[in-house]
């Protein structure tokens, strides 16, 4: 066998430079600044969250972009095709409509102005298609917004307590929960609207009499299965008070759970407020909604397809968004999921 000479200075210990071995290399993150390089990695997140922010800005800006008022009524200009400025050869945009088979550029049969455009159309009484989608997307937003807000404050609230204190307190908080629950939201607007006048006011106060009772119990079941793990009783030892103990520890803990149900929340409250204009308790008359605009949509579907198509589509643009963005939030959010 050969014999091999290894040098004694390969048998030395490395020289380690302790500053450099003790450097930490990632910086310390908060809860929100963690939460935030999780959710980056989320590409279908980040998109939704891009598409609703655009809606939003749509819905504050869009009824301003058009020269014609969003509740004008000029009947000359009713019942016109989509027709966009430099797509006079791209069909649906160009103003033309199928009439009995044949091509018929409605424009120039109702003599309207060369340099009129409705991008998306008009109504039946030659309304601005365009601004009323997006003024109907502003209420319908707002309506989903407090809806989502009844759920924080007060779902959460109640949610948190009920679960934690636990007892005769929990039972009593259920029992009203059973009650208020057992009241259909459909006869809640009834009596709005027996107190106060038909509109938005009375669908966003019925909504935010029931809509977070579902919240409450999901976070109360969530609050059950916690408070008796370790972390809590050793807050419990450590002398803790009770509100650090929800705020610091459980609700933490809960807020993937509490984002879903907010973001379903949201086009729930939406789908309720189309509901109620669909059996003529929506919305009184001009002012417009998702809801109230796929209703009158639907009533001229094969004459005018096209004014059910855009509300529909921002609609479930709405509700993609929203699903997409919760499910990255409760990944980004939950404890469970740190890298």
Not at 218 to 247: M, Y
Not at 253 to 277: C, D, K, R, W
Request: proline content about 6%; glycine content about 8%; overall charge positive.
């Amino acid at each position: 066998m050969v014999e091999h000479n290894i040098p004694k200075e390969k048998f030395q210990p490395a020289h380690v430079d302790h500053a450099v071995a003790e450097k930490i290399s990632r910086p310390s993150l908060n809860f929100l600044q963690d939460s935030w390089i999780r959710i980056r990695k989320n590409k279908a997140a980040i998109v939704s969250l891009v598409i609703l922010v655009i809606i939003v800005i749509m819905a504050i800006i869009g009824p301003m972009i058009r020269p014609y008022p969003v509740n004008k009524v000029n009947a000359p200009h009713a019942s016109l095709p989509p027709k966009v400025q430099g797509f006079d050869n791209l069909p649906f945009l160009n103003g033309h409509q199928d009439i009995g088979g044949e091509d018929v550029n409605v424009y120039k049969t109702k003599h309207i102005e060369k340099n009129t455009y409705y991008w998306l159309g008009s109504d039946t009484l030659g309304r601005d298609q365009f601004a009323r989608i997006w003024a109907g997307t502003r209420i319908s937003l707002l309506i989903g917004v407090v809806a989502a807000l009844c759920d924080l404050i007060i779902g959460v609230a109640y949610g948190l307590i009920s679960g934690y204190v636990g007892g005769r307190v929990d039972d009593f908080m259920q029992r009203v929960l059973e009650i208020i629950s057992a009241i259909p939201n459909l006869v809640v607007v009834i009596l709005m609207l027996l107190v106060l006048d038909p509109g938005i006011t009375s669908i966003i106060i019925a909504i935010a009499m029931t809509s977070w009772v579902t919240m409450a119990r999901v976070v109360r079941g969530q609050v059950l299965k916690l408070k008796d793990q370790e972390f809590v009783l050793a807050s419990k030892t450590l002398g803790e008070s009770t509100p650090k103990i929800l705020t610091k520890h459980l609700l933490p803990n809960t807020i993937g759970v509490i984002i879903i149900n907010v973001m379903f929340s949201i086009p729930s409250a939406i789908f309720f407020e189309a509901f109620l204009g669909i059996i003529g308790l929506g919305l009184s008359a001009p002012q417009a909604s998702l809801g109230t605009l796929i209703n009158d949509g639907y009533k001229s579907l094969q004459v005018l397809p096209y004014l059910i198509l855009y509300p529909s589509i921002v609609l479930c643009l709405i509700m993609i968004t929203f699903n997409l963005i919760a499910d990255g939030l409760r990944d980004a959010f939950d404890p469970k999921m740190r890298d």
